[in-house]
């Protein structure tokens, strides 16, 4: 995979040198990748600019010792629980390369005009001297990325012999019919391996000369090719007895194994679920409130004992929540009527009956399928985790706030119903007109002269609070669920 520049390829600036001699002229000099990234992440840092954009929750851990091992011109291989960024970390690193390099225009693998190493590639260079033709490569081409399977062959990486070029008349021992695979191809660049434990160990031994020696074998031939690549890989602890380990030759190879993790910080567990979401595209909006909600949620399962921890709950579970909740808004708003869809509480019914099958329960959990059961236990125990995050939600943002006049009102007659046929305003109409009502809306982020839908949001999450805190009744049926007293 090489990830492509938005708005596809770009073009080079109309100044750029075209041939080797202008090259050599303009004084250009060259820099292997692992030089090339270290500079750049050098310019970045004494500039204060952020090399690692959309990379949320790693500032004070993960970021600085991926730093110090580019600074230190090392392969690196990220380990961590699915879900955790890796992937996107890796193809972060596009960014330390330089936005353009000179190869050598028309060559098979991204040589630079300075040191070809292919066979046809030295021979054009004697050919053609300082009119060697030179093309420029944007960086976006020089990240590599593939995602390791046990079905990944050695010529997959490195190479094979090419029968075809063998038929046109060159022996096997000529360096020109070999097919380069994915690794030789990323001269000059980056290559990315995720899951590198799911290679077969024989397919991992391919990668030692390449790491170490920097040349590569292919059926007994040894091609010595000075390949330069920046080699990273990611890896999940629990690969390592579930389905494979990285040998210790090729751990031993990479100069910096880095830990990842799930966020720390509430706050950028929810920055990153708003993020990663992209709930603009589904057409709903969903409070920063009901986001905690499900950040909250998230980290309560990863350290639920009903949760297989080695697998981890992934980021991607809270991403996934978000979207549930904005369609499930989305899906209201047309059942109501309602122009504009506001996610509410009441939408976070959805969320652990459509995602538990991105869960890994604990065995004494699980259900055998096929088979039913009078209790859902992994329900139950998804159903609880999620009323406490909301509690906890309200109890944060809340916190202060003398809730009383609101449970007086429900209590005494103002029944509350909400539900998927609910609108906003039918929410609203129900209470009488309450000072704190005002102040929840500001609380949660809403305008309290603003539209009704992001207020019934904030008007839920109080009155869901005070049921969970037992100061409020709640009666669910046919679809509608109605506060009111306990």
Not at 288 to 308: G, T
């Amino acid at each position: 995979m090489t990830v492509l520049p938005a708005g596809g390829s770009p073009e080079p600036p109309t100044t750029a040198p075209r041939t080797l001699g202008a090259l050599r002229a303009c004084g250009h000099v060259q820099r292997d990748v692992k030089d090339e990234v270290r500079a750049n992440l050098l310019v970045a840092l004494r500039g204060g600019h952020d090399p690692w954009p959309g990379i949320i929750g790693f500032g004070d851990t993960v970021l600085p010792r991926l730093e110090r091992a580019l600074l230190a011109g090392h392969d690196v291989v990220l380990l961590g629980e699915r879900g955790q960024g890796k992937t996107r970390l890796l193809r972060a690193l596009v960014g330390l390369l330089d936005e353009w390099t000179p190869v050598i225009e028309g060559a098979e693998l991204a040589e630079h005009p300075y040191l070809p190493i292919t066979p046809s590639s030295v021979r054009r260079a004697a050919e053609f001297g300082d009119d060697l033709p030179v093309g420029w490569l944007h960086r976006s081409f020089r990240y590599t990325e593939k995602l390791a399977t046990p079905d990944t062959s050695v010529g997959d990486l490195v190479g094979d012999v090419d029968p075809v070029k063998v038929a046109q008349g060159r022996s096997l021992g000529d360096p020109e019919t070999i097919h380069f695979g994915l690794v030789p191809r990323a001269h000059r660049g980056i290559v990315a391996i995720n899951e590198l434990p799911d290679l077969a160990e024989r397919i991992q031994v391919s990668l030692l000369n390449v790491m170490e020696e920097r040349d590569i074998q292919i059926r007994g031939y040894t091609l010595r090719l000075p390949l330069d690549v920046l080699l990273v890989a990611s890896a999940n602890p629990e690969d390592y007895t579930n389905r494979g380990r990285i040998i210790t030759p090729l751990k031993d190879r990479f100069g910096a194994e880095i830990r990842t993790h799930y966020p720390r910080e509430m706050a950028a567990e929810v920055a990153l679920v708003a993020q990663e979401a992209d709930l603009g595209g589904i057409g709903a909006e969903v409070g920063e409130a009901l986001l905690e909600v499900l950040a909250r949620f998230s980290r309560h399962l990863r350290a639920s004992a009903a949760i297989d921890q080695r697998s981890g709950v992934s980021a991607r579970f809270a991403v996934a929540g978000a979207q549930t909740v904005a369609a499930a808004a989305l899906r209201r708003s047309a059942l109501t009527g309602e122009d504009h869809a506001v996610a509410r509480p009441v939408d976070l019914e959805a969320v652990p009956a459509v995602l538990r099958g991105k869960l890994e329960f604990e065995s004494g959990y699980d259900q055998p399928a096929g088979q039913s059961s009078e209790r859902d236990e992994q329900g139950e125990v998804l159903t609880h985790l999620l009323r406490r995050a909301v509690a906890d939600t309200a109890r944060a943002r809340l916190r202060g706030l003398n809730l009383t006049p609101l449970a007086a009102a429900v209590s005494g007659g103002y029944r509350v119903a909400t539900g998927e046929r609910v609108p906003a305003g039918e929410v609203l109409a129900a209470l009488p007109e309450l000072p704190i009502l005002h102040e929840v809306a500001t609380r949660l982020g809403a305008a309290p002269d603003g539209p009704p839908g992001p207020i019934a949001a904030a008007v839920e999450l109080a009155l869901e609070s005070l049921y969970l805190t037992r100061k409020l009744g709640k009666d669910a049926d046919d679809g509608r669920t109605v506060y009111g007293a306990p």
